[in-house]
């Protein structure tokens, strides 16, 4: 039975020391986030995630969730007490606006408590995920009739939310999508069409569940310029806004999925479903987009949060199985072997997982801060950089973090030897968890196209320019012999990436098919950057307290970083610079 | 549902064109090996894998194998059935000694085969697979009697075979075995022990079980010297040879695993069975070895196998699948959308496999025919130099295969996008079939070790020296223009594993930890290499027929991986050059 162990520690250490969340103390959110309410909240969500919702992980994937006839589905033994748990403790609206009832924390925060939840039971922390896209879609977009209607009981959780995008045949092309929406006459609209894929869509964990659909009203245009968003709740609610009569939708059926189990990914049915129109009409995907962008943080999130626990239990079979001797000669001579820990490979695995995943934690912290600056920051020129900075690093994030984040939970399941393959040891169940990260939300090609195709060229390349002249400041500016090979590879890396964007701003606007073809490589060494970059802050931070032990391994683990992860930049370089042509070369039908 | 159809053409290119067999026909089995026996041979068996075993794929996942109160096993519905047609089609004694009634053709040809069963079936091809190593084990070590009583029903399959060596404390480590053997007086042994994870270790497909079991006589030496193997069979056979009394053997339970639900994965209670010396005493795992390198062949191939099943539906899919336009401008203008194979990042993945599957499946059977002339070659330098490269090869086609096969898979499942996530696909079974290849015969991690601590050092390395200095007798010979890229390559490749294995000659045996720290990048710069130099033979073979589609295609195929894998090298190299002080660091409890 995996285990799992909150990283408290090192949260406070990224908010604290290297973010410095206190310095933003006059920003609305931090004023409330000073460092006492910092390690309170860790410390709390630490042990909901660790106490509750880590013994229900393997039952979730065991058991799944089971719909019945009419159409309801039941989630997994314990979810339902668990979720309740949850919803009363207040953490579904950690960071939501104190004007429908949150408590208006940083982001940043919220998504620390995001990884222990996620690492703890991802499949769980779905349906408060879920819930928070859309009350971020109904903030965005909604009426404040509306966000007034809604907003107040999916901050509480007593009611949940979904995203309703997808259609059997439309999924990244959003502009195929048929479901109709037609006016009832009564300011309501009758939704009818079929969504797949919709995760949380049914269950039997809330008292309403509220979907956000897109559908195209009738007449209007094709593709994706027709497209509007519909708030449809399970229950219509009465004149008092309470659950009321029962919608005209239906969960069709379960995907049987490769894991995460324990969340209900669902079929739905819309037959003339009374759905109301949320912003305004034909501007659906704008809305939805504002919600994606965040949900995609989240799902970087989950590729570092599975990877963790993933971690966590490798370390800890590595340090307790004894087989073989170390090649230095015994480290465990009263025993019958020494414990795999001192082979050299076995470190491999472990010191690569720990490496990216302390920088990728770093990477979401950083890039959440971002995302709370742009809203909440007084200075202008701050909210310009803090958005830029946003909206250029999101596909990175989810992408390279859900990329490695998989490769990590590899590593550890292989630690694991034949165990690893063996479901009851449960790091088989964090490799199948962990695989969806790479796909929902956009898959990872569509990230890398998003990038290379849309972020790169934003406002003149204004967040690009920004990043490498900020990178070449700190360079600059040096650091103590500890930080000197930190900046040395940061700047061998950021000189890679700039060679490399040189190279898709000559090439990719020549034919568009470099730019598709280079842009997986581009995004793998942008985030290579990236972490390098944040081991690179996390060194200047700890340099100064060398001698401690948290700080001293901190400098450790991050050398190992520049040993091991750096030299993968070249090799993208040369790969995305090797352009489409090779790739292109073949007829499909002789493939 | 997942289709298969078996790369007969590819394999006509490599066996006759590549390989050309018919050079040997002089030598023993191969000269039964005429070409129009080959080719009927890749049809018969590409027949009864896309006809009888792929479609019994899915039900073996979805049903997997029970087990009753009684220990029998039930293997999934149709596996009896398709069992009784592969055996009776002669496949199982394809490669086999003719003295025991086997066809005693090339392994080469008996592994392009064991491609097609291993993609069409992974869970089903195993016992068969199993039983093909057991009779190599009783080829290796038994004595005439053993020969003659067991090997000509395995042959046939009217029995099948097992392996018996993990503990529950002891895998890789089998030093630490402690199943015990007591003789009984008449020449038996009484054999009492538990040992699990024993693939096809029970089953309902054949009329016994024999089972290869290593245990320690009483008062052995400690450790691997004191262990010796035995033929345990499930049903002890009669005066007549026929199988009579039960043996005291059971299968006490079957793992639940995350794939090859069709194998049973068995614990094995043996208690007081009776068994017989196979070899001599405490040598036993010299003999298990013999037929465990043979093993890792097998599994080499199935990292490919499921590599290339995977590829095709991804293939298919593409094809099919409607969505976006592509960024040149639309393909498909009369349809809704462009099929996804337009798109360069779906191609990256699809090219991905394709230059890589065509290269591995090329390794493999250049590997497999050095088996075959170490064994049957009448030229001592010929078996030398094949021995030496079975020998060198084995570890990197067992671990390089698979952990790009799995990789490989992985890209194939992405290009379905959700679709790949949702089991009824079948893109989630072959991603969790074949995440078993890089654990077990040896996980991947001790492939590396057994290449950098005993394959390289061999014979005064001259394994290797072999094989650098044939690779530059090949680049210097040059050849046409279109062929020049791969020499050029193979050239850069070879000089990186050149400094690869300097650096390790310098630097490992002064720290056997840097040793062991360089040994996983080692083996993938020298898997890398070997790629290179199958793709430098195809292209050879290719470039004089160019102008025909199938060479075309081959050296556009070629000239991808020149583009996308060979940069890989230097990073490799990079990587081991860095040494052990960075992974060593940390004391384990800091970690």
Redesign the interface.
Known sequence: MPSYSAPTRDYKFLLHEVLNLSQYESLPGFSEASPDVVDAILEEGAKIAENVLAPLNRIGDEQGCTRSDDGSVKTPDGFKDAYQQFAEGGWMGLSHDPEYGGQGLPHTLGLAVGEMTSAANMAFAMYPGLTGGATQALLAGGSEEQKNTYLPKMITGEWTGTMNL?EP?????L??LRTKAVPNGDGSYAITGQK??ISSGEHDLSGNIIHLVLARIEGAPDGVKGISLFVVPKYILDDDGNPGERNTLQCGGL?????IHGNATCVMNYDGAKGWLVGEENKGLKVMFVMMNEARLGVGLQGLAVAEVAYQNS?AF??DR???RA??GPKNPNG??D?I???????????DQ?SFIEAARCFVSWTALQGDLEHKSDDAATRERAGDYMALLTPIVKAYLTDKG?LSV?NG??VF??S?????WGM?QF??DA??T???EG???IQ??DLVGRKLAMNGMRPISTFFAEIDALVAEGGPDAVKPYLEALAATKAQLKEGTDWLVENGLK???H???A??DYLQLFGLTCLTLMWTLMAKTAAPKAGE?FYD?KL??G??F???WV??G??HL??MK???D?????D?E??
Request: hydrophobic fraction near 45%; proline fraction near 5%.
């Open positions: 997808t045949h439309c999924g990244t092309d502009g195929l797949i894929w995907e049987e999925k490769m894991g370390l590595a340090k004894l087989q073989g090649l230095t019958p072997a414990p820990i001192v082979h050299p490979d076995v470190r491999r695995m472990l010191m720990k998989f590899s399941l292989q030897g034949g690893g393959y063996v479901e009851e088989s490799l199948r695989r969806i790479l796909i929902y898959t990872n090609g890398a196209l034919n568009f098919d730019a598709g073809a842009s997986h032990a391994n450790a683990t050398r190992y520049l040993d091991r030299p993968e070249p090799m040369a790969k090797a352009g489409a090779s790739m292109m070369a073949l499909a002789a493939m």
